[in-house]
């Protein structure tokens, strides 16, 4: 019996947690390493990619710590997949 629970819940441990948490945790980087404030709303979650639809002084400002973010972003996700790539 334990056993069979133990095997349903194996399934759920795969489970990835929303792209609002992944938005959040990115968020508070972008703030800690940079100090800009941006809206969830400007941050699209598609696989292991993050799109920026904000104004282009904060996207050139993002990308100058792309590898600081993605390397502070992976320390702090609880994602299975890593993030690769901020566009």
Known sequence: MLENIR????????IRPSGES?????IACVKEQTGIEILPAHVLVKRETL???C???IKNEIALRKDTLLRALRE???WQRPITDIR
Do not use: D
């Not at 095997?7 to 795969?14: A, C, D, I, M, P």
């Not at 992944?22 to 990115?26: D, M």
């Open 55 to 57: 104004g282009p002084t």
């Open 51 to 53: 799109y920026l639809s």
């Open 7 to 14: 095997g349903y819940l194996e399934k759920f441990k795969s």
């Open 76 to 78: 702090k996700s609880t």
């Open 22 to 26: 992944l938005k959040r945790e990115f």
